[in-house]
């Protein structure tokens, strides 16, 4: 009989999901090419902190089995968003908090270098 990828799952508790969620930021600070390479051993590029906040094995697990969303009613035809559905609602929860707290102001500018150009630029 097969054994259920999750028969040795272990329930996460809520630093632990605090961590996942800081190695996630941090892995946004610190770009190594592969995942793994937060974890490695090599002295000239290892960074410590990723294998002191949590095994390679459980970040994997836990990224693995992360979503808020109830598969058993999830209906890929009628949601709203089908690419975001594992993260649906705390999408939309943090959207909602953003729109509240952080209110634009009147003056907005956008830097030309977000900025498709498509015309030429002469220097002389």
Known sequence: MAESKASNWELVTPPEMMM???VKMLMDIVKKPEEEMYWGKDPLLETPIFANTMSYRRYKKIRE??????????????????????IYEIYQALEEKFQKFYNLGKNVTIDESLMLYKGRIAWF
């Open 20 to 22: 996942l969620l800081g």
């Open 65 to 86: 089995y992360f979503h808020f969303t109830n598969n058993d009613s999830f209906d890929r035809e009628t949601h709203p968003n089908p690419k975001l559905c594992k």
